[in-house]
């Protein structure tokens, strides 16, 4: 299994209606064939010095093997979210772990 987190920072002036729109757009990478397992989240409200809840969304994903990571990457529901919203980004880091 491969799991593959993204966090992302959107710019201080990304509009809720924008916002709602990028959860929505995160969404339907749920629909590409490689995903096994699939959440999209924001930050809980817990308040420990050891938790980040600075970050706008969460994105974890899970794959079978690097192969199907690898299949996600040049999908076409993928490359139109970053295509599309790329632009409200002001930070992002990501986490893959196998």
Do not use: C
């Amino acid at each position: 299994m491969i799991s593959h987190h993204v966090l992302f920072w959107l710019k201080a002036d990304t509009t809720e209606e924008q916002k709602a729109a990028f959860r929505k757009s995160l969404q339907t990478l749920e629909n590409i064939e490689v995903v096994k397992n699939f959440h999209v989240g924001t930050p809980a409200p817990i308040e420990r010095a050891v938790v980040d809840t600075t970050y706008t969304f969460s994105l974890i994903l899970f794959f079978e093997d690097l192969a199907a990571h690898d299949v996600y990457q040049v999908h076409p529901l993928h490359k139109a979210f970053l295509d599309e919203f790329k632009i409200f980004f002001d930070k992002v880091i990501i986490y893959d772990a196998h």
